[in-house]
C-alpha cells in the first residue's frame, strides 16, 4: 500500500467548502471605513457576518456595492438593482432583461401562468400602474415578473416622487432577478421601505412580516390609558397596510380587544344618555345627518354594538389628505384585479387623515372598480 500525503487544510477554506473572512484581516483602517459608510452601527460579529454574506454572492461592500443598516437592532443586509443584476448574469443561460412602466390607457396583458406578456402604448397614456422586467435566456425561455406601483411607490420619497418611471421598474427588475438567481440573504434596496419593511415575498420579507406585526401588537398591548391608544393610531394606520393575512388580522384583533378593555376600564369615555334617545325628525332611521338628530327623552337605547371597523378605531375627523398622494390612493384602487384588492386599498387608504369629500370620492372609486371587474370575469369564464 502506497504513502499518501496529506497536505494541511486551509483552516480559511477547506473544512467548510467555502472561504471565511475574518476581520483579523482587514486593517483597522479597512473597518473603520466600513463602520463609517456601508456598515454603521454594527458591531464586529455583525460586520463578520456582513461580510461574509457579500463574499458569499461576490459583492463588493468597497465598492459599494452592497451595504447594510441596523432597523431596531436586527442587520440587514442590502444590495440594488445594480447589484442583483449582477449576480443575475453570471447565471450561464442569463441573455438579456428588458422592462417597461404600465400607465392608465395602456393595451397590457400578461397570464399569470405561463407569464406572457403583450404591452402596447397608447397616445392616452395616464398614471402608473406598475411595471413589468423579463429575463430572456439563452435557450429562448423568458421569466417575467409584475410589480403593482401602489405596493412600492414611497410618497414621503422626494427621489420617488421625482422618478417614479425608473424606480418602478428596477423594483421589477431587482424582484425578478433575485428570484431567477435565488438569492437569499440579501434585500433589494427598492423593496425595502424606510421602516425596515421588505415588500417581497422571500423568507426575509416573510420574518420582517412577522417582526412588524409583533411589534405593533406588543405596542397595543403596552397601552394603560386610552390617551396612549390614541396616540398609538397613526401607527397602527400607516404599518397595518403592510401586512397580509394573517398578521394583519392579528393586529386587528389586538387592537379591538385592546380598545374594549380600555373603554370598559374608563367610564368617562362614554356620554350619559340616561333617560334619553335620538330621534330621527324625518322618521327615517337611515338619515344621520346631524340637523336630522334631536336628543329627546326617552327610554335609554340598548347598547351599541363594538366598533367593527378599523377606521372607527383609529380615524377621526382631521385635515384633507394632500392631493398627490390622495390621487395616488385613487390609481391604485383603479389598479387592482380583484373585488379583494379594491376592498384592502380602500380598507387602508381610509385610514388616512380624509376629508368626507375624499372619503365619498374613494368610495365612489372603489365602487367602479368594482363594476368595472364584472365584465373581466365573465369574459374568463366565456373564454374557458
Known amino acids: 500500500m502506497s504513502d499518501i500525503s496529506l497536505t494541511p487544510l486551509d483552516p480559511l477554506s477547506k473544512p467548510m467548502g467555502f472561504k471565511f473572512v475574518s476581520l483579523g484581516e482587514l486593517s483597522d483602517e479597512q473597518k473603520q471605513v466600513l463602520k463609517d459608510t456601508v456598515a454603521q452601527g454594527t458591531t464586529d460579529t455583525q460586520l463578520t457576518y456582513f461580510l461574509n454574506v457579500a463574499l458569499s454572492q461576490d459583492l463588493d461592500p468597497f465598492k459599494k456595492e452592497v451595504w447594510c443598516i441596523l432597523y431596531n437592532g436586527k442587520l440587514t443586509i442590502q444590495t440594488g438593482r445594480d447589484g442583483l443584476l449582477k449576480i443575475a448574469k453570471r447565471d450561464p443561460t442569463f441573455d438579456r432583461i428588458q422592462s417597461a412602466e404600465v400607465r392608465e390607457g395602456d393595451d397590457f396583458r400578461m397570464d399569470a401562468i405561463t407569464g406572457q406578456i403583450e404591452h402596447r402604448l397608447t397616445t392616452k397614456r395616464g398614471a402608473i400602474l406598475g411595471a413589468w422586467a423579463m429575463i430572456t435566456r439563452k435557450d429562448g425561455v423568458k421569466l417575467t415578473k409584475y410589480v403593482t406601483f401602489s405596493e ?8 420617488w416622487k ?4 425608473p424606480l418602478i421598474c428596477k423594483c421589477a427588475e431587482s424582484v425578478l432577478c433575485k428570484q431567477f438567481a435565488n438569492v437569499t440573504g440579501i434585500v433589494a434596496e427598492e423593496t425595502i421601505r424606510r421602516d425596515g419593511v421588505v415588500i417581497d415575498s422571500s423568507p426575509t420579507a416573510q420574518a420582517q412580516q412577522s417582526s412588524l406585526k409583533d411589534d405593533l401588537v406588543r405596542q397595543i398591548e403596552a397601552c394603560t390609558t386610552l390617551e396612549e391608544f390614541a396616540k398609538l393610531r397613526d401607527t397602527i394606520a400607516g404599518s397595518v397596510g403592510k401586512l397580509f393575512g394573517p398578521e394583519k388580522d392579528a393586529v ?57 371597523s378599523l377606521r372607527s378605531m383609529f380615524t377621526k375627523p382631521v385635515e384633507a389628505m394632500p392631493d398627490d398622494e ?49 365584465p373581466k370575469k365573465s369574459a374568463k369564464k366565456k373564454a374557458a
Do not use: C
Open 152 to 159: 412600492y411607490y414611497d410618497g414621503s420619497s422626494p427621489v
Open 162 to 165: 421625482e422618478y417614479p418611471t
Open 252 to 308: 386587528y384583533a389586538a387592537a379591538k380587544a385592546k380598545k374594549a378593555e380600555l373603554e370598559s376600564l374608563d367610564p368617562s369615555t362614554r356620554p350619559n344618555m340616561s333617560g334619553k334617545v335620538v330621534n330621527h325628525q324625518d322618521g327615517d332611521p337611515t338619515n344621520s345627518e346631524v340637523s336630522n338628530l334631536e336628543i329627546v327623552d326617552g327610554p335609554p337605547p340598548a347598547p351599541a354594538e363594538p366598533p367593527q
Open 326 to 374: 390622495f390621487a395616488t390612493w385613487l390609481e391604485s384602487i383603479k389598479a387592482q384585479e380583484t373585488a379583494q384588492g379594491v376592498d384592502d386599498v380602500l380598507k387602508a387608504a381610509s385610514e388616512k387623515p380624509l376629508s368626507e369629500p375624499q372619503r365619498a370620492q374613494l368610495a365612489e372609486a372603489a365602487e367602479a372598480a368594482k363594476e368595472a371587474l364584472q
